[in-house]
């Protein structure tokens, strides 16, 4: 059975109609936790941008208000040393009851990564998240006092104890370089991917799964895919259409007054995951049964912009296909961040979960 993630809003700006300059919104936050929570979610990630809130905070205060949902705060290595990352991350799992997962982002961007001072590039960035997931884990099961000898890190007799509920935090690896694909499948409990068609996501899945057994980990041990998605839902195929376009004009209309997440005049941009979605977006604009490139092109492809347009059943059936490549994490997130998230929660969420019960009745009819 697939698990739903969403992502977390601190207020009540959105793409469609931002609010600018706008700072967190505690109401807001904690409906939209809550609504999440009472809407059948799993997940939900609190990404991270140098010029935005702090995911820890942020994520305590879910945590807080909240009794399932699990939280998933992205990380940046160059934020903070590992043996502080390890402790914050067991705090917030305590406090959480064992709630807590956390998102690697090795930087995609040499510039945003020079913001906050980190100037290596990407292939040592990964080379840094290597030994900085190997620090996490020691800290976390190391009974003992320990001394690191690393490249990136030098350390003395750390002694942790801040241990996580289970033992461990889960580890989730995002991106699609090369580099991305070998420590993601070699070290991640989860590889988080963008929304590719099926045979590039089936592609990606390979070789994550290649680098995973290369690295001689079981099969049942091979990272949970993380497939990720903008659906665009209306009562029918024909209003989603409407309400897609709809969508992709002010996407564009905010993005030439500067009110988007990139600027018109932004440079092509430099991560392997983003470059993907745009030469695929140059293909054509439907992939699949309703997998839309527009909203990629017209933002750049900052972060996850591949939507998916449709009705709930079909929004359902193509989310099924993804879970049929073997994908069993599937992130929706709209443009009308709370509303959509309900919509998803009321009509998308149950549909699937209900055809993949179905499903499991007829193999366990077609075995008795
Ligand atoms: C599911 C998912 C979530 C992501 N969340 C963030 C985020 O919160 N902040 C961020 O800067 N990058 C985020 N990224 C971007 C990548 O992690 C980043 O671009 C990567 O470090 C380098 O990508 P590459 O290997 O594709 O070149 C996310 C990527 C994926 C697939």
Redesign the pocket.
């Known amino acids: 059975m697939p698990q739903f993630?969403s992502v977390t809003f601190p207020n009540a700006s959105t793409e469609l109609a931002p609010i600018i300059n706008s700072a967190i919104d505690s109401e807001y936050l904690v409906r939209y936790a809550r609504s999440l929570d009472d809407y059948g979610y799993n997940y939900t990630?609190?990404?991270?941008?140098?010029s935005s809130y702090d995911?820890f905070t942020i994520g305590a205060t879910i945590a807080a208000v909240t009794k399932y949902i699990k939280v998933i705060i992205?990380l940046?290595p160059n934020t903070m040393y590992p043996t502080v990352a390890a402790k914050a991350l067991a705090t917030l799992d305590q406090l959480s009851s064992g709630r807590v997962v956390v998102?690697?982002?090795?930087?995609?961007?040499d510039a945003?990564q020079a913001k906050e001072g980190d100037f290596l590039q990407?292939d040592q960035?990964?080379a840094r998240?290597e030994e900085y997931i190997r620090i996490l884990r020691r800290a976390w099961e190391s009974s003992e006092p320990f001394d690191w000898e690393g490249h990136y890190y030098q350390f003395k007799q750390f002694s942790n104890k801040v241990r996580p509920v289970k033992g461990k935090v889960p580890v989730?690896?995002?991106?699609?370089?090369?580099?991305?694909y070998r420590i993601g499948g070699s070290l991640a409990d989860i590889f988080?991917?963008?929304g590719e068609p099926l045979k590039e996501t089936k592609e990606q899945i390979d070789r994550i799964y290649a680098e995973s057994d290369k690295a001689g980990r079981l099969k049942s041990d091979r990272p949970r895919i993380?497939?990720?998605f903008r659906p665009i839902l209306a009562e029918t195929d024909e209003l989603a259409w409407a309400k897609a376009y709809q969508t992709l004009n002010l996407l564009t209309e905010n993005r030439a007054k500067g009110q988007g997440k990139v600027l018109t005049s932004a440079l092509p941009?430099?991560?392997?995951?983003?470059?993907?979605l745009l030469d695929i977006a140059a293909r054509g604009e439907i992939q699949d049964r309703a997998l839309w490139y527009p909203t990629v092109t017209a933002t750049n492809a900052r972060?996850?912009s591949t939507a998916l347009v449709g009705s709930a059943q079909t929004i359902s059936d193509s989310i099924l296909d993804y879970v049929n490549l073997g994908a069993d994490l599937i992130?929706v997130r709209g443009y009308d961040n709370l509303n959509d998230a309900i919509d998803y929660g009321r009509f998308v969420l149950p549909k699937v979960r209900q055809a993949l019960q179905e499903r499991e009745i007829d193999a366990s009819h077609s075995l008795a």
Do not use: C, M
């Open positions: 993630i990630l609190v990404p991270y941008d140098s995911p992205a940046r998102h690697f982002i090795a930087g995609g961007s945003e990407k960035r990964y998240l989730s690896v995002g991106g699609s370089s090369d580099e991305a988080g991917l963008w993380w497939v990720t941009p430099q991560n392997a995951g983003s470059q993907r972060g996850a992130s």
